[in-house]
């Protein structure tokens, strides 16, 4: 950005409009903000792209098998058996619940209505446990393409009717999967966003020591995620952007984070910049013309970053690429025009007690990070070639990560109702009649690709073939093991190929245990596919900003490095601290594009710095007065985003929880270790070889030993 331009935000009259008119603007998007948990689409069927076989199997059946229909169980259980007023109760609470909205007339299946089909040979699930102790109602709720927000009301309608005195009741199937998901992201557009606005305030505080300042940057986040929030409703409602309470969390969480990050950027600049300028609006348009090209380009990338993401297979990454890069670009637009003018506005007096007075001593030239340099000059070589080696060493922790999926009981970090049904169903030898395998086969193959799939183990028995107005035919049979579990995924695969090894049968297998496996298999296509993406991405943009081609492969190889390192302490934190049993097919790709696009930002900070202090004083010194000059904003930014990320254990999700260690960890790797050490290791050794083809350095001088411990003198 020009000087005229960042002073024509800033002057004395125009900030007063740049205010005016974000703040109107964040009044009118705060309206549709409110919003967007409305518009969420959290069901699993419309995350699948149209290639995989569950989706063509749910399309194949949309005429005879409605998608809305949400299969749910009420489970009962007394220990020493359920007693004859128990199953009467159960009756008198299916007829009950067979009358409330949005239960299909279908009616609801109960233990005696099962007994009694039983008896006339229809084939019926057995809904009392050998036993006694357990048994459960079936029955399916619709409620339109708005079931997801439906079920929260429903669920507890459900469980208001069904009790037993003495006894234990849960809602279990897909409906009480559902009303738990629910659960978990309740909240999310408030009490999230506060935690994450305390952490922030806290960190701030701690930053500034200032009672006031901590104030315009956390205004400013706040107005950008009206905005965006706003923004993504209307794409969302309009424009068909898929939006789920997954990809709301995160996109608050980035706004703040990142938002805050460019905040504390801008303000330390500014704050340079006013040592240097009697008048602050002169200032805040040198502060605004230095620092803004590393705020452009750390956004451009996290945008750009995310938006490979739109590249993915699969629905709910596909639409979490656009959310999230809108987030960026409204965040990085709002913290380049409402806070320089809030800061203008308010003048020095906002950063009391430690005002930067006009020619005051620039206190980060002799501070930790300008000692850190100096301590790492007289031998980079060794230091790079160390750390380089002790996070090749972490980065073994990879070979303990498991990302082959979780069970519906492993997804959550606290217990809950429909877990405790299923594990009574699993315990007593009950199984899911809500989770069944659908199998769509030509017809006059029908009867040989149910013998085919007919014994597989953990498979029941196939039921009656159905014909379709296609002239195909359909049948079911019920997986007996968790609808998400890795023993359903290898059921539904055994059932796969016994289908379509019959010939001439066209076979396709699909259900609920069907979209999870497929939703692994996208997963799986996706990570092969972005992660090249994102990398080939960001080292254009990097080559672009500092018109050099080393130092962006540098930064390339030392931000894999990184990741590599977070995910191999995490697996290992993930499976002998926290106890979890696994990881989400998707949660390396997540992991990878949160770090190497947050991660490269320090790097654009570090660096673009660095390139400006060369022209004047060589790569070596610049390298140290850029350390010294960006260390304690990188830092303080780095624990923000961090600090952020860790926010979303707060969700009882495993997904989540591992995605917020993960990015945090990774993020403090970053700015601890990487940007301060490693990557200012690098360019002490190398020097202006840096910058190649680039002759930005051509005289590429060693430092004496008198230079490198001289006092950092900046650019002015």
């Known amino acids: 950005m020009h000087r005229q331009i960042a002073g024509a935000l800033t002057g004395r009259v125009t900030k007063w409009i740049v205010f005016t008119a974000v703040i109107v603007i964040t009044g009118f998007m705060a309206t549709f903000s409110a919003k967007l948990a409305d518009v969420q689409n ?40 359920l007693t004859d007023d128990d199953l009467a109760a159960m009756e008198e609470d299916g007829t009950e619940i067979a009358e409330l909205e949005g239960v299909t007339d279908q009616g609801v299946l109960t233990p005696a209505g099962a007994e009694a089909a039983a008896a006339q040979g229809a084939p019926v699930p057995t809904l009392v446990s050998e036993d006694g102790e357990v048994a459960y109602l079936y029955f399916v709720l619709n409620f339109g393409t708005d079931g997801w927000n439906a079920i929260p009301a429903a669920a507890d309608e459900i469980r208001d009717i069904s009790k ?84 709301q969390a995160i996109l608050s969480i980035l706004v703040i984070g990142a938002g805050t990050d460019y905040a504390l950027l801008l303000v330390a600049r500014y704050r340079e910049e006013l040592r240097r300028h009697e008048d602050r609006h002169e200032a805040m348009a040198f502060a605004l013309h230095r620092a803004s090209p590393a705020i452009l380009a750390s956004a451009a990338t996290v945008a750009i970053g995310m938006l490979c993401l739109s590249f993915a297979d699969l629905n709910s990454t596909a639409g979490l690429g656009p959310v999230l890069a809108i987030g960026v670009a409204v965040t990085v637009l709002v913290m380049v025009t409402l806070l320089p003018a809030l800061l203008v506005i308010c003048g020095r007096w906002v950063f009391w007690p430690k005002r930067p007075t006009f020619r005051s001593a620039e206190p980060t030239s002799n501070g930790l990070w300008a000692r850190v340099g100096r301590a790492i000059s007289p031998r980079p070589r060794r ?24 069970s519906t009981e492993e997804t959550y970090t606290k217990e809950f109702d429909s877990i405790k049904g299923q594990r009574l169903l699993t315990e007593h030898d009950l199984s899911d009649s809500s989770n069944t395998i659908q199998v769509t086969t030509a017809t006059a193959a029908a009867a040989d690709v149910q013998a085919a799939v007919s014994g597989i183990d953990g498979l029941g028995e196939p039921g009656e073939v159905r014909e379709l107005s296609t002239g195909r035919s359909w049948f079911e049979a019920t997986i007996n ?25 066209d076979a396709l297998v699909g259900g609920g245990s069907a979209f999870y496996l497929d939703t692994k298999i996208a997963s799986e296509r996706d990570s092969k596919v972005i992660m090249p993406l994102v990398l080939a991405v960001v080292l254009l943009i990097l080559i672009g900003l500092l018109r050099a081609l080393v130092a962006p492969l540098i930064l390339m190889a030392t931000v894999v490095l990184s990741f590599g390192a977070a995910l191999g302490i995490s697996a290992l934190l993930f499976e002998y601290v926290f106890g979890f049993a696994g990881s989400d097919p998707g949660f390396p790709l997540f992991t990878f594009v949160f770090l190497v696009a947050l991660g490269i930002d320090y790097n654009i900070f570090l660096m673009t710095r660095v390139r400006e202090e060369t022209v004047t004083h060589g790569t070596r010194k610049g390298s140290l007065i850029g350390l010294a000059s960006t260390g304690g904003v990188i830092t303080s930014a780095g624990i923000v985003l961090a600090a952020t990320f860790l926010v979303l254990g707060s969700l009882p999700l495993v997904f989540l929880a591992e995605l917020g260690v993960a990015v945090a960890l990774g993020v403090m790797l970053d700015t601890m270790i990487v940007r301060s050490v490693l990557v200012t290791a690098l360019n002490l050794d190398l020097g202006g070889k840096i910058w190649w083809p680039s002759k930005l ?10 230079e490198a411990q001289a006092p950092l003198e900046t650019v002015h």
């Open 42 to 81: 959290n069901e699993a069927s419309s995350w699948l792209p149209g290639s995989a076989e569950s989706t063509k199997v749910l399309d194949e059946l949309s005429e005879t098998v409605d998608p809305n229909d949400i299969p749910t169980l009420v489970v009962y259980h007394r220990d020493g058996g």
């Open 164 to 247: 037993i005195d003495g006894g234990e009741v849960h809602l279990a199937g897909y409906g009480g999967q559902a009303a738990d998901s629910a659960e978990a992201f309740e909240g999310i557009d408030t009490n999230l966003i506060f935690a994450t606005l305390a952490v922030v305030i806290v960190i701030l505080l701690f930053t500034y020591r200032s009672p006031v300042l901590w104030l315009l940057p956390i205004l400013c986040a706040v107005s950008a995620n009206f905005i965006a929030t706003g923004l993504v409703y209307l794409l969302a409602k309009y424009a068909g952007l898929t939006v789920n309470g997954q990809s």
């Open 383 to 406: 230091v790079w070639v160390v750390t380089t080696g002790l996070l090749l060493l972490a980065c073994l922790g990879l070979f303990r990560l498991d990302t082959s999926g979780l």
């Open 481 to 505: 093991a968790d609808i998400s579990s890795s023993t359903a995924a290898d059921i539904v695969e055994s059932s796969r190929d016994a289908a379509h090894a019959v010939d001439g049968a």
């Open 697 to 706: 350095d051509s005289v590429d001088a060693p430092l004496t030993e008198a």
